[in-house]
Structure formats: structure tokens, C-alpha cells
């Protein structure tokens, strides 16, 4: 899968940055005639304001277009563009050094410790690990076996 996904990266990636906005990351959950191409867009650092449904729709049209010419998914999908939101999930190093200090839920591929679940404290990055501080123990997760995390919304 990991193939598969930087090959997505590569096509996508340039559609969505030709349109001055960022690729944030990319899901894809194969599961026969019910698979999801999921695309998460955000704003260019810097930019004012956030992604709106007018967005995604633009986005969606010159993805889906490039798919089409290019076909790597052979099975057939649902192609979904939107914001990451404020539950947004993150997918590189740099997304969470970027996230430092929030709280995240994280789902390992493989149990660490006997579980897959955790929930902490982004606390940084230190070479390909993410650093997660959980119930006051500092927790080391190389990136490839973080099957999914995403941000817990405070809303102070």
C-alpha cells in the first residue's frame, strides 16, 4: 500500500498545489465496491480563511480528471475532497511536529505494549519516531507503523 499511496502523492499532489491550495493527505480504504479515495485539502501556510465546499468541488474536478487519464486504482471508487476539519488527521513528520503540544488519539497497525489505541500528547518528532507523551511516559512511534492519528479538538 505504501506504493500505492506515493503513487497517489505524486499525481494528486501538483492538481492541488496548481490550485494554491495543500494537498494535507490521502486515504485510500479499498473495500471492493465500496472503496473511498478520501483527499484532504487545507489553505497555503499563511493564507487567511479556510477550505470551503466551492474548494473541494474545483479540487475534486481536476483530480478526477487526472484518475481518470492516469487510472491507478483499477477497482472501482468514490473520490472524496475535503478539509482536514478540526479533528484533522495527520499523516507526516512534519504535520506533527507542526501539531506539537495537542492531544491526538493514534492507532497503531501493530500493538505496541499490548495495545494498538493510545492517546496522548504530541510532543515532537526525533528522526522518523513521532514522540507521544501518554499518561506522563514518554512514547517513541516510528511513523510507518502509525496506521492512523488524529488531532483531538479543544474548543476553550
Known sequence: MAGK???LEALIGP????????????EFKSQGRNSVLRIFIDTLPGKEGGISLEDCTKVSR?????????????????????????????????????WAGAEVNIRLRVPFEGRR?????VKGVEDQDVVVVVDDHELLFPIESIDKAQVIPRFD
Do not use: A, M, N
Not at 496548481?18 to 494535507?24: A, G, N, P, T
Not at 477497482?75 to 507542526?98: A, W
Not at 489505541?117 to 500528547?121: E, S, W
Open 117 to 121: 489505541k493510545y492517546r496522548g500528547i
Open 62 to 98: 481536476q483530480v478526477s480528471g487526472v484518475l481518470d487519464v492516469e487510472d491507478p486504482i483499477t477497482e472501482e471508487y468514490t473520490l472524496e475532497v475535503s478539509s482536514p476539519g478540526v479533528d484533522r488527521p495527520l499523516f507526516t513528520l512534519e504535520q506533527y511536529q507542526l
Open 15 to 26: 492538481v492541488v498545489e496548481s490550485l494554491d491550495y495543500q494537498l494535507w493527505g490521502i
Open 5 to 7: 499511496q506515493s503513487q
